[in-house]
């Protein structure tokens, strides 16, 4: 079994969370905003009508185990883990 590393960014996740923004451009917004009121110590504090977006993108371009046979096998994983992890894989 192996992960093939021939081509450019083998892996690619992406994730969003959206509270209150019009991502669809229709004109109103595709959640309702959001409230929150927090108090303590005498203090209070509040957002009215708040708005919250993240998106995240993740890609990664996997290298072969030093072989140059485009392949990433577990045996190359395993021999390669230790304290040159991060020059092995990532450089």
Same mark, same amino acid.
């Given at each position: 079994? %192996?992960?093939?590393? $021939? $081509?450019?960014?083998?892996?690619? /996740?992406?994730?969003? =969370?959206? /509270?209150g923004?019009?991502?669809?451009?229709?004109?109103?917004?595709?959640?309702?905003?959001?409230?929150?009121?927090?108090?303590?110590?005498?203090?209070?504090?509040a #957002?009215?009508? $708040?708005? =919250?977006? #993240?998106?995240?993108d %993740?890609? =990664?371009?996997?290298?072969? $185990?030093?072989? =140059?046979?485009?392949?990433?096998?577990?045996?190359?994983? #395993?021999?390669? /883990?230790?304290?040159? /992890?991060?020059?092995? %894989? %990532?450089?």
């Open positions: 079994m %192996f992960l093939a590393t $021939g $081509g450019a960014d083998e892996v690619q /996740v992406s994730a969003s =969370a959206n /509270v923004y019009d991502l669809d451009d229709d004109g109103t917004a595709d959640t309702l905003p959001f409230n929150l009121t927090l108090s303590g110590f005498g203090r209070e504090f #957002i009215v009508d $708040g708005r =919250a977006l #993240i998106d995240l %993740f890609t =990664a371009d996997l290298l072969d $185990g030093g072989n =140059a046979d485009q392949k990433l096998t577990m045996t190359e994983v #395993i021999s390669n /883990v230790g304290p040159a /992890v991060l020059t092995e %894989f %990532f450089l």
